[in-house]
């Protein structure tokens, strides 16, 4: 068992005449559109919108944290950038980034469908996010929220005079954006399967979104039903949350967190399902352990919602009930180790190019190891105590959130930038550009570990003389890290009119969204697709391959 | 050296010498959670290495020039069984070395020394049991064991000590507690750690471990004139509370006499043990949990008595010990009607600047 | 619910590789293969759907069994105030509209025009009768300052007119505010719910009356009749954790 794969000769690849954007010209067209993949380009765009924001708020938050004293701003401007920075990131990027771009666009053709089982309510969510987004900037322009991404009662309900309850809208506006998203993947993957794609041909790219989307469906609701009641608490001035009027403060915190904590893998599982793809498709080798990485997914998202509590830990909830749910988030753990050991073991006997997608992935693998273990610190629970509410926890979900998810992220946009736009993306700079965005990652958020053992609290606009030296290094590598993540802002347009022509299967691939043409046609597949073979079944595609040339040549 | 300009220079040695990486240990427990963190570092980098090494190893070897033909491997059993049970198995030790820290530290020997301290934006109010009041300051001796009280009166606050690794969430309307004993005198960072509105960041203040001669010195010297509990006593006269809780055998309110940390029968039937919490809960909700055989009259005294005269009130009850001690108030609060009136709703202690290290 | 196919399908595109592409009903949207596919998958949408409600709903459930347990004597009283004849009405009421609800999905399948546009006319009176009584007891409440947030009075838990109840400690009394929000955060959620659905099912019976429904595209009536029954069950639920626990005898 043993294949050789050749990357196909892209000089006589040409432009396909007819193709998903070029069906139809004009806004209009865009902006009511039904297509899958048009929806996913124009989330492609919006999010990036918020990225950039996202992207300069932080920028702001790592000079104003060059100097001890809150110095550039005041610890006001301070509050709300960074809780302007969180909602933006979490809500409006993280949230959408994988599922409702890449996999808009990836599911229905790797599934072997036309189209999303809603064409509408796909569409429909688009424009619950932009209208969310339009919220969160609104409250933005207003003056700003200062309650951080987390809304803590009785803080947000009661002691602070900003535009909470707009801010609030936006994310349950974006919120229900996410369920629908969630909902169209759920009944697509059941429902419109191609003949002979079976639950074990998919491709781990949709194991991993459809328990993303079971989260976002089961979850969300909760948060969309917590935040109403923010709102009419603080607008009725009920107590639901107000100890004083015999209401519970830890009862918001419960319902924040049992959406909340789940949100974290419907940020990072749809990274995981790309970094599937990529390693096996560079490796030219089937993902090592496909049914285990599979069920990893689903177990992810079913113990997801049962370890909401550790973000609770200090907070004056039963000891024993502590012990549960540390137990919990033990095991939540293992599935992700269970990943990272099988994509490793997938390069094992592979034939390995590396490609610009690669790079990511394999930055992937080595921050996202980092992230995970130190998971573990936290969820231990003796450790927690000194560790929660200071750096270390902001380096932990950084390491999964940007070190993770974000170059999941890159990698998937790159991998299928020729695929969506039918043109290659300049590889030497690519490369540059991914070394440079790891390179600069870990100077920013490894010093913040350190800052977090030392005791540094988190969101704190000033801070004592001892912590200096370590925020200039994470300073100085978020300047590292911003040119990292501008450059693809540069060349990636750029190559929409000077890249070369991908052709049909660039990186010779195996899902069947490499088999059509790029751009594919608006219906994805002239004819509906037969899946005779298993998912990453490279012979296959050997044979395939020399089918062709022989029938051509 | 010399080539370096002087400004760099010193800059760079007021770098160098603020370049801390590791918080100093100056509790019981800090050693102990440094050996867990250390062996929790000492996972993480073998797991990364482990994984490192694999991609590394295999990247190279198996590059494509080196290895143009990709062997295609479905999986193995065996293995997924290793590297599910191996991290489970660490994860599962380390589990149960952190759950047994965990319950070190929130759950005090019951000869500590009780210090409550009250969370509200943005500082902290640290009161001791002879009745030293501070701001953003906590005096204590080293080497006994000491248990905080901590409640919030507006939003959460959380009270951290990085140099003791320990820190604790001060919660509106309940009292949650945390235990240290500090090992090394010094001047510790004291921080708020939950983010609590604009000034959070100013929510900062010294913790100070004193040897023990000097934590009494300190002691005699801050002291109000009154304990926590005398404050408490003038209170619950001033709020007329012996009226009904006078001790006597047709008294409309149960005696409190030794009622601290016993059990009490509730009307519903189930019982509950008046604690700290139960007393405070029952000035301010007193018909949530009304003692057996006791009708639910008493008024709610929400928003009448601040947090700091909770305090007082929970440790004045904790010292009556006999019906005696109530006579004393009772009597008491005849003659001293006209000195209550100062230590009534809204108290504010004084604030005890130019503490020594 | 329209019928429209891919907007960006240009019509020019060769049919003949979509295979008997003329063969479908007008219905069928493109991207599905057959009617079955199309109907399967609406329906399971559906259901998963329903499921985020329940979600939804879930908190507002789970507020109400902690504060039920902590303040069970404010939440006794505050539900002994509501109108128990309403109440029972209003169940009634909404099951027969699950009923008229079932009958319309059963005469879109028998291809009935007449008869399903009765059956959703019924079902938006018996509909809009439940919101009638449902405002009615709204504005008793209103009476009664029993509205939290809006010159809220405790004084009917305090001396209590209905010489069964037992008088409550002003700090209890206070708490059944808790319980109103809850009724009202509860109620209204549903009320909103049926709002939605009557704004449906108008636009419903407008579609039905130019014989949309009855042609064999049923899976809009059969979904929204689900989404109608959901809505009715989650009524069977509040009805006795609102009005009936704890009825004084």
Redesign the interface.
């Known amino acids: 068992m043993s294949t050789i794969v050749s990357l196909p000769d892209q000089a006589t690849a040409k432009l396909p005449a007819k193709s998903f954007l070029n069906q139809e010209y004009g806004l209009k067209s865009w902006l009511l559109t039904g297509d899958h993949k048009r929806i996913a380009i124009l989330y492609l765009i919006s999010i990036s919108f918020f990225f950039v924001i996202g992207g300069v708020l932080a920028g702001l938050i790592r000079l104003e944290l060059l100097t001890p004293p809150s110095d550039l701003m005041a610890t006001d401007t301070y509050n709300k950038v960074f809780s302007m920075h969180g909602i933006i990131m979490i809500f409006l990027f993280l949230v959408p980034s994988v599922p409702a771009t890449i996999g808009n666009f990836l599911i229905p053709l790797m599934v072997g469908a036309r189209d999303l089982a809603f064409p509408k309510i796909n569409l429909l969510s688009w424009y619950l996010y932009v209208a969310g987004g339009i919220f969160v900037l609104s409250a933005m322009v207003l003056g700003g929220v200062d309650t951080g991404w987390t809304f803590t009662t009785p803080l947000s309900t009661h002691y602070l005079n900003t535009h909470v309850v707009t801010a609030a809208m936006g994310i349950f506006l974006a919120g229900f954006s996410s369920i629908f998203t969630g909902l169209n993947f759920i009944v697509t993957v059941h429902r419109m399967r191609c003949p002979g794609m079976t639950w074990f041909r998919l491709p781990l790219f949709v194991w991993g979104h459809y328990a993303t989307s079971i989260i976002m469906i089961l979850g969300t609701p909760v948060l969309a039903i917590t935040l109403v009641l923010v709102a009419l608490e603080r607008t009725m001035s009920i107590g639901v949350f107000d100890p004083t009027k015999g209401g519970d403060p830890l009862l918001f915190q419960h319902l924040f967190w049992f959406y909340s904590h789940p949100a974290v893998y419907i940020m990072i599982l749809p990274g995981m399902a790309v970094i599937s793809e990529v390693i096996s498709t560079f490796s030219r080798k089937r993902v090592f352990g496909y049914t285990a990485v599979a069920f990893s997914s689903v177990a992810i998202a079913v113990f997801g919602f049962l370890v909401w509590e550790h973000h609770m830990f200090i907070m004056g909830v039963s000891q024993y009930s502590a012990l549960v749910f540390s137990l919990m988030t033990m095991l939540v753990a293992v599935p992700s180790a269970i990943k990272i050991f099988n994509w490793s073991m997938t390069l094992y006997k592979g034939s390995i190019t590396f490609e610009t997608p690669m790079l990511y992935a394999f930055g992937f693998l080595g921050l996202f190891t980092i992230g995970g273990l130190t998971g573990i610190f936290l969820a231990t629970l003796g450790m927690d105590i000194h560790l929660t509410e200071t750096y270390f926890i902001v380096a932990h979900f950084h390491f999964v959130m940007v070190g993770g998810m974000l170059m999941a992220y890159l990698a998937g946009v790159h991998f299928w930038w020729p695929k969506m736009t039918g043109r290659m993306y300049p590889e030497a700079i690519s490369k540059t550009a991914a070394v440079i965005t790891f390179i600069g990652f870990i100077v920013t958020f490894f010093p913040q570990f350190l800052l977090g053992y030392l005791g540094m609290p988190r969101r704190y606009a000033a801070y004592p003389a001892d912590f200096q030296v370590l925020n200039v290094f994470s300073t100085a590598g978020a300047s590292i890290l911003g040119i990292g993540y501008l450059l693809p802002m540069l060349y990636l347009p750029w190559s929409l009119i000077y890249g070369k022509i991908a052709g049909n299967n660039p990186w010779q691939a195996t899902g069947l969204e490499w088999q059509i043409q790029s751009p594919p046609l608006t219906e994805n597949f002239a004819e509906i697709p037969i899946m005779d073979h298993e998912a990453y079944d490279y012979e296959w595609l050997a044979n395939k391959t020399q089918h062709e040339v022989q029938t051509v040549g | 050296m010399s080539h370096i300009s002087p400004v760099l220079w010193e800059f760079l040695v007021h ?2 010498k ?6 100093p240990e100056a509790s019981t427990i800090a050693p ?2 440094d050996a ?2 250390f062996a ?1 570092v000492g ?2 980098v073998t ?2 290495l482990l ?2 090494t ?2 590394l190893v ?2 190279i070897r ?3 020039e080196r ?10 059993t065996l ?2 069984a290793t ?2 049970l191996i ?2 198995g660490i ?2 030790v ?2 149960v ?11 005090a020997p019951p000869n500590s020394m009780n210090i409550y301290v009250v969370g509200k ?1 943005w500082m902290w109010k640290v009161e001791h049991q002879g009745g030293q009041h501070e701001i953003n300051a906590l005096h204590i001796p080293e080497g006994v064991p000491i248990q905080v009280t901590l409640i919030s009166q ?3 606050h ?1 009270f ?1 000590i ?2 003791f ?5 001060a ?4 009292y ?1 507690t945390v235990y240290f004993q500090a090992t090394t005198p010094g001047k510790y ?1 004291l ?12 929510m ?1 203040g010294w913790v100070y471990v004193m040897t023990p001669a000097d934590y009494r010195a300190w002691a005699a010297e801050n002291t109000s004139g009154a304990s926590l509990a005398q404050n408490g006593e003038r209170l619950f006269a001033s709020m007329g509370c012996n009226a009904c809780h006078s001790g006597n055998a047709s008294a409309r309110g149960p005696n409190l006499a030794n009622v601290y940390n016993t059990r009490i029968r509730l009307t ?1 039937g189930s019982t509950v043990v008046a604690n700290e919490a139960y007393i405070r809960e029952t000035i ?5 949990q009304v003692p057996a055989g006791y009708a ?5 005294y ?2 009448q008595i601040s947090e700091d005269g909770l305090i007082d009130l929970v440790e004045y009850i904790k010292t009556l010990d006999s019906n005696y001690r109530i006579q004393q108030t009772l009597n008491k609060s005849e003659l001293s009607s006209a000195q209550a009136s100062t230590v009534g709703v809204g108290k504010t202690p004084p604030p005890q600047g130019a503490a020594k290290p | 619910m329209d019928s429209q196919s891919i907007a960006t399908t240009p019509e020019e595109l060769d049919r003949s590789v979509l295979p008997h592409a003329h063969e479908h009903p007008a219905f069928l949207r493109h991207h599905f293969e057959d009617v079955g596919q199309q109907r399967e998958a609406a329906s399971f949408g559906m259901w998963v759907f329903l499921l985020t409600e329940v979600m939804f709903f879930g908190g507002l459930f789970c507020a109400y069994l902690i504060f039920r347990n902590w303040y069970h004597p404010a939440f006794v009283a505050g539900s002994n105030t509501l109108d128990i004849t309403l109440g029972t009405t209003n169940t009634a009421v909404l099951i027969c509209s699950s009923f008229t609800m079932a009958m319309a999905v059963y005469s879109a399948e028998i291809r009935r025009r007449g008869q399903l546009i009765l059956f959703l006319v019924l079902t938006i009176v018996l509909g809009s009768a439940f919101l009638g009584i449902k405002a009615v007891e709204y504005h008793q409440k209103y009476v009664d300052h029993h509205i939290p947030g809006l010159d809220f009075s405790i004084q009917e838990f305090v001396h209590p007119s209905n010489p069964k109840a037992i008088p409550l400690a002003p700090d209890m009394a206070e708490k059944t505010q808790l319980y109103f929000f809850l009724y009202f955060a509860m109620t209204g959620m549903h009320a909103l719910h049926m709002i939605i659905g009557i704004a449906l099912l108008f636009i419903m019976v407008a579609r039905a009356s130019k014989g949309a429904y009855t042609e064999g595209h049923v899976i809009p009536v059969e979904n929204f009749g689900l989404y109608w029954h959901f809505v009715d069950i989650v009524w069977i639920f509040l009805f006795p954790l609102l009005y009936l626990i704890s009825r004084y005898r």
């Open positions: 770098w160098l603020n370049f801390a990486i590791f918080p102990y959670a867990l963190y929790l996972m993480t797991g990364l994984v490192m694999m991609v295999f990247a198996y590059r494509q290895h143009p033909e990709a062997v295609q491997i479905e999986g193995s293995l997924e590297w599910t991290p489970l994860f599962l380390f589990f070395w952190g759950a047994l820290l965990y319950f070190r530290v929130f759950n934006q507006d939003v959460f959380s951290s990085p140099a690794r320990v820190k604790r969430e919660i509106p309307g309940r949650t960072h921080f708020c750690t939950q983010y609590c509105g604009t000034n959070h960041s100013q900062i519903d301010l909700n007193p018909s949530t639910p009259i008493m008024p709610t929400q928003g």
